[in-house]
């Protein structure tokens, strides 16, 4: 799959489906994700948020609230003194 730029770091598709991406960001990119959003839910007037956005307001806080799980794990993971293997190895 192509590797797309984004951020200063770089995000990989790694699979298209219908309606659907899987997609490997790092870090730094996810964390870009989650504040955009943020700003986001915090600066559109409730009458237009779902106009704007196409999901109205509680959907995109779920979301969010995902997006922040991921980013607590990541960052407790980085706080591990390992050898930086991969989870999988």
Known sequence: ME???V???SMKVEGLLP???LVRMKTNELLL???A??????GIDIAEFHTRLGVNRDEASRFHRQIKKV???LRALDSVDTAK???NS
């Open 3 to 5: 590797r797309l730029k």
């Open 71 to 73: 980013l607590a794990f």
């Open 37 to 42: 959003l943020n700003e986001v839910r915090n």
């Open 85 to 87: 293997e991969p989870i």
């Open 19 to 21: 309606g659907e991406a």
């Open 33 to 35: 994700l989650a504040n």
């Open 7 to 9: 951020a200063g770091g």
